[in-house]
T-cell receptor
Framework: GENVEQHPSTLSVQEGDSAVIKCTYSDSASNYFPWYKQELGKGPQLIIDIRSNVGEKKDQRIAVTLNKTAKHFSLHITETQPEDSAVYFCAASRAGGTSYGKLTFGQGTILTVHP | AAGVIQSPRHLIKEKRETATLKCYPIPRHDTVYWYQQGPGQDPQFLISFYEKMQSDKGSIPDRFSAQQFSDYHSELNMSSLELGDSALYFC????????????FGQGTRLTVV
C-alpha cells in the first residue's frame, strides 16, 4: 500500500518568514495530493491540493509543488502569521480503480509561528 | 456553507460496551470515509462508502462495522470496546470517489474507560 513520509515533524518560524514542509510517497499510481491544516480539537481542513498532471499550484500565501519523478511534494507558506500555527498533514490518494480516493496521511508537522 | 456533521462530539464508554457514531455528509456528497486518529497520530483510514455500498476497507477491526443509509448518512458501530479504541473518529465526505476532495467533520472524541 501507499506510504507517505513527512518532514519536519516540528517547525518553528518567526512571523513573516516562510515555512516549507516536505512529503514523499511510495505509490507511483497516486495522483491526488491534498494538504490539511488541523487545529486543536478540530477536524482536518483542506487548504490546498494538487493533482498529478500539475507541477505547481498557488493560492495566495500558500503554494504546493509536485515532482512526480522523485515522488515528492511540498507545501510552501509565505509571510507566515501566528494564526498559521497548527498541525499540517500531507496526504496522497489514487482516484479511480478500487481505491475510491482513500487518503494516506503523512505523520504531520507542528508549525509554530512566533509573533 | 454546509459542512460534514458528526454526532456526538464527545462520547465516554466503558470497556466492552457498544458505541454508535453518526456522520451526515455535505449535501449532494455520496461518498463517505471514516478515519481514526490516535493522540499525536495522523488519521488512519477505516472504511468508505459510495452510493450506499462499501467501496474500500482499511485497518478497521472486526468489532467495528459501518453502513451508509439511503439519505447518505453513515454510522460507525463499535462493539466490545477496548481502551485502545479511545481516539478521535473523523468522517469525511466527497462529491464522488473520483472527485477526491474530501471534507472532514469536527470529529467524535471517544473515550473508553
Amino acid at each position: 500500500g501507499e506510504n507517505v513520509e513527512q518532514h519536519p515533524s516540528t517547525l518553528s518560524v518567526q512571523e513573516g518568514d516562510s515555512a516549507v514542509i516536505k512529503c514523499t510517497y511510495s505509490d507511483s499510481a497516486s495522483n491526488y495530493f491534498p494538504w490539511y491544516k488541523q487545529e486543536l480539537g478540530k477536524g482536518p481542513q483542506l487548504i490546498i491540493d494538487i493533482r498529478s498532471n500539475v507541477g505547481e499550484k498557488k493560492d495566495q500565501r500558500i503554494a504546493v509543488t509536485l515532482n512526480k519523478t522523485a515522488k515528492h511534494f511540498s507545501l510552501h507558506i509565505t509571510e507566515t502569521q501566528p494564526e498559521d500555527s497548527a498541525v499540517y498533514f500531507c496526504a496522497a490518494s489514487r482516484a479511480g480503480g478500487t481505491s475510491y480516493g482513500k487518503l494516506t496521511f503523512g505523520q504531520g508537522t507542528i508549525l509554530t509561528v512566533h509573533p | 456553507a454546509a459542512g460534514v456533521i458528526q454526532s456526538p462530539r464527545h462520547l465516554i464508554k466503558e470497556k466492552r460496551e457498544t458505541a454508535t457514531l453518526k456522520c451526515y455528509p455535505i449535501p449532494r456528497h455520496d461518498t463517505v470515509y471514516w478515519y481514526q486518529q490516535g493522540p499525536g497520530q495522523d488519521p488512519q483510514f477505516l472504511i468508505s462508502f459510495y452510493e450506499k455500498m462499501q467501496s474500500d476497507k482499511g485497518s478497521i477491526p472486526d468489532r467495528f462495522s459501518a453502513q451508509q443509509f439511503s439519505d447518505y448518512h453513515s454510522e460507525l458501530n463499535m462493539s466490545s470496546l477496548e481502551l485502545g479504541d479511545s481516539a478521535l473518529y473523523f468522517c469525511a465526505s466527497s462529491l464522488d470517489p473520483m472527485n477526491t476532495e474530501a471534507f472532514f467533520g469536527q470529529g467524535t472524541r471517544l473515550t473508553v474507560v
